[in-house]
């Protein structure tokens, strides 16, 4: 039988995220607006009471105070309704043992979207995958409201949070010292500075004129950037 192809809009990286109003388990937001100024994470998940889902929301509760020292804020979504969120996040709390991890509470707000309204509007139902669940979404939003990272995975891929708390801090980290973080980069290692725009300035760079810029060639440039100068600007101690 043909599945349903019914095409979603995706929001793409750059663009205002789309606003909606919506009931979740730690009561009405209002997104993005209750958010500005702050990063914030946007993410689906396929369903309640799944496995994959239960060991990523216990890993997410886990390091929610991580990701809020680094200023920024959780919001995650089903298309399940509020009643089943509440039993869900109960039983987790009560009954669920994983990989060291007990007694978690999910204390982030969980949205009821069983309209699909919300997952629609962020092409998070991706019917080539399933045309009734929400596919592992991630949107990085920055304080002004701005998508600036998206990451999909399908529904049997539990995602790896300690790449989506290096790429906020990579992106905090170009933002506040206007460089360019290359493969893999993790605070402390060698930044990218931005590629020279004039003739003058790769023979500048190339002459090693530039203090403290290291060329691999004219158009590969890196400059050290040392942890705590960079853990200070974008983490909370
Ligand atoms: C899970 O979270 O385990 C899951 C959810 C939907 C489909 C497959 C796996």
Request: charged share 25%; proline share 5%.
């Amino acid at each position: 039988m043909e599945t349903n192809k019914e095409i979603y809009a995706m929001p793409r990286i750059g663009e205002q995220a789309p606003s909606f109003t919506a009931v979740t388990t730690q009561g009405e937001i209002n997104f993005p607006k209750d958010y500005e100024g702050s990063w914030v994470i946007l993410f689906s998940h396929p369903a309640d009471f799944t496995p994959v889902c239960t060991s990523e929301f216990m890993t997410f509760a886990v390091m929610e105070e991580q990701f809020n020292k680094a200023g920024c804020k959780l919001v995650g979504l089903s298309v399940d309704g509020l009643y089943s969120h509440i039993a869900w996040l109960r039983t987790i709390k009560e009954k669920i043992e994983y990989k060291g991890m007990k007694n978690v509470e999910v204390t982030f707000p969980l949205i009821e979207d069983i309209t699909m309204e919300v997952a629609k509007k962020y092409g998070m139902i991706q019917p080539g995958e399933s045309n009734t669940k929400a596919v592992r979404a991630v949107f990085i939003i920055d304080p002004k409201g701005i998508i600036r990272t998206i990451i999909y995975y399908p529904l049997s891929l539990g995602r790896n949070f300690d790449e989506l708390y290096r790429a906020l801090i990579a992106l905090k980290t170009a933002d506040e010292f206007s460089i360019a973080t290359p493969a893999d980069w993790r605070p402390g290692d060698d930044v990218i500075v931005p590629t020279a725009g004039s003739c003058g300035t790769a023979k500048n760079r190339m002459d090693g004129k530039e203090e403290g810029v290291e060329c691999k060639d004219w158009f590969f440039c890196t400059k050290k950037l040392d942890k705590d100068t960079v853990l200070k600007k974008v983490v909370t101690r």
